[in-house]
């Protein structure tokens, strides 16, 4: 069967028509690229503390965001330097005095690990973060402390919840 001309021009802008439209991805890669600076940049906010989920913190209204330090782990068995075991906290509570030797020795062998260089020279400006349930006991919470200090740490923070300057407010309205 012969075509006419018009038939056949017809069938050729049919096929061209016909084809799905294609996905311009130009726009999209611009998209994409914006994202991923967006979360670079503000991916250097982020907590530096490990995350303990059978640990419930204490609530505080400190503005202050916590630095990289040494970090204590105050768990229900063990006492944990840097996500590694030193103690049982009921050999810990047994012993007399305040010091705890393995724990001691465990902050010894951080100070050139973690440490900034400046603090490394510098007792006041080393820092140690301790992290701890609000149900344990204070004598426990004394003697790990004492340690910290004996190890020639300076600063020590305890870690706790951000909680909301207008709860409080609201707290201390309603006494």
Avoid: W
């Avoid at 018009?6 to 802008?13: D, F, G, L, T």
């Avoid at 611009?30 to 982020?46: E, G, H, Q």
Wanted: glycine share 4%; hydrophobic share 40%.
């Amino acid at each position: 069967m012969v075509k006419s001309a018009r038939a056949k021009r017809m069938e050729k802008h049919h096929k061209r028509h016909k084809s799905s439209g294609a996905l311009n991805l130009v726009s999209l890669m611009d998209i994409f690229t914006i994202l991923v600076f967006f979360l670079l940049v503000n991916s250097s906010d982020v907590e530096t503390l490990p995350n303990a989920k059978d640990l419930q913190l204490p609530e505080s209204i400190a503005e202050e965001k916590a630095k990289e330090t040494v970090v204590i782990l105050i768990g229900e068995e063990d006492l944990i330097v840097q996500g590694a075991p030193v103690a049982k906290i009921a050999d810990v509570m047994d012993m007399k005095g305040n010091d705890i030797p393995a724990l001691r020795e465990a902050l010894k062998s951080q100070n050139d690990r973690v440490l900034r260089r400046e603090a490394q020279d510098d007792i006041a400006g080393r820092e140690v973060t301790i992290m701890g349930d609000k149900e344990i006991p204070y004598r426990l919470l004394k003697k790990v402390m004492a340690t910290c200090t004996a190890s020639d740490y300076g600063q020590i923070s305890l870690a706790v919840l951000q909680k909301s300057s207008e709860k409080l407010d609201s707290l201390q309205a309603a006494r």
